[in-house]
């Protein structure tokens, strides 16, 4: 497998964007968009990528010289655990490529419409096995009692993020992402996640399909296909803001300020301040930069339908990965300043409030 890659030309949908490569001392990243998508395409990124001629060199923080929105194209957590067995495997320290390295590794394997060329393919495609055995390869790799299997769980993950295992599946409905148990969950996690998106279903909260596979495994629509399957461009707040869910520092009066800046629209910015009402009553703590998800339609953003809903009282320390106010831990107080901030009434907010708040104590009087 030759790694050796200078440059990369960032693809969408055959179309080339424009080209990254390394600066002289291979510490960060140089992008400079093509001169035909500057004449009739998009910015990938308005805050960091701005659709202007030149050359943009990446921060080294937080993304170690990445841009935001090509780090949104790697694997991360399981799957990025499982690509450095793979490399390990062929004598290659994972930890001493590059973000172009990367990034070719992923060619066109990722989520979302950016792909990356050349690709440079670590080992072969492999078969989806049945779920139950997935599930079991998983668990035996991530607690490391076997040092195979971790190609099979790797080529069908399709390099989606979080630190969960997943598939990618496709059946007469669509295709779906199937999550599975980590070795630190309770068994009943699908059913568990399953009923939190029914909660948030209750709560007005906008959700792509859902579904529990065998009664156990959850399953849920992926938002960056269209309806005819074609990939849509998709960035994280994590991308979008620069934010690192390491050492976590966003809180959600950014987080809606930056959906009214991306879609101009107060309904889309209601529902994301509904989705922080939702994980601060409903303790999803779980709430980082990653799990906020924004969709380029043409040239229009749009919020995406929400995911990684569920139960999460641990947190980061015990605190919201996103704090409202400065408050890991938030009020309602809290809460009717952050919609106060990005001029919701404070009426409609307290209705918001108090509508979720319903929902959450009909579920704990079941």
């Not at 009692?145 to 790797?154: A, F, G, I, Q, S």
């Not at 809606?256 to 629209?265: A, E, I, N, P, R």
């Amino acid at each position: 497998m030759n790694l050796k890659v200078e440059k990369l030309f960032v693809t969408f949908h055959d179309r080339r964007v424009g080209t990254l490569t390394m600066n002289e001392d291979d510490t960060r990243c140089v992008f400079e968009y093509d001169d035909s998508w500057l004449a009739n395409g998009f910015s990938i990124s308005p805050r960091e990528l701005p659709l202007k001629p030149g050359m943009f060199v990446a921060k080294e923080r937080p993304f170690y010289g990445n841009f935001g929105i090509f780090e949104d194209s790697l694997p991360d957590g399981y799957g990025r655990y499982l690509l450095n067995r793979m490399l390990k495997k062929q004598g290659i320290d994972e930890f001493s490529l590059n973000p172009i390295q990367r990034l070719s590794i992923v060619g066109s394997s990722g989520m979302g419409a950016l792909c990356y060329e050349p690709e440079c393919m670590v080992g072969e495609n492999k078969l989806l096995p049945e779920f139950d055995v997935l599930q079991q390869m998983a668990l035996d790799v991530l607690s490391e009692k076997t040092d195979e299997n971790e190609d099979v769980l790797y080529f069908n993950s399709g390099n989606s993020g979080g630190c969960r295992p997943k598939c990618i599946y496709h059946d007469e409905e669509g295709s779906w992402i199937v999550k599975f148990r980590h070795t630190y969950d309770p068994k009943n996690m699908g059913q568990m996640e399953f009923h939190y998106n029914e909660l948030a279903r209750k709560c007005g909260i906008i959700l792509t399909d859902f579904k529990l596979v065998k009664d156990k495994y959850f399953a849920c629509k992926r938002f960056d296909l269209d309806e005819k399957g074609e990939r849509l461009h998709i960035a994280t707040a994590a991308a979008l803001l620069n934010e690192s869910i390491n050492v976590p520092t966003l809180d959600y009066k950014t987080l809606l300020s930056l959906t009214g800046y991306l879609t101009q629209d107060p309904k889309q910015v209601e529902e994301m301040f509904r989705r922080m009402v939702f994980n601060v009553l409903f303790e999803n703590k779980d709430d980082h930069a990653k799990n906020f998800t924004f969709i380029c339609h043409g040239k229009t953003w749009s919020l995406s339908p929400a995911y990684d809903l569920t139960y999460s009282p641990q947190g980061y320390h015990g605190e919201h990965a996103t704090s409202v106010c400065g408050n890991g831990n938030p009020t309602t107080e809290d809460m009717l300043i952050a919609a106060e901030s990005i001029r919701i009434p404070c009426s409609r907010a307290k209705e918001i409030i108090d509508r979720i708040s319903e929902v959450r104590e009909e579920d704990k009087g079941k």
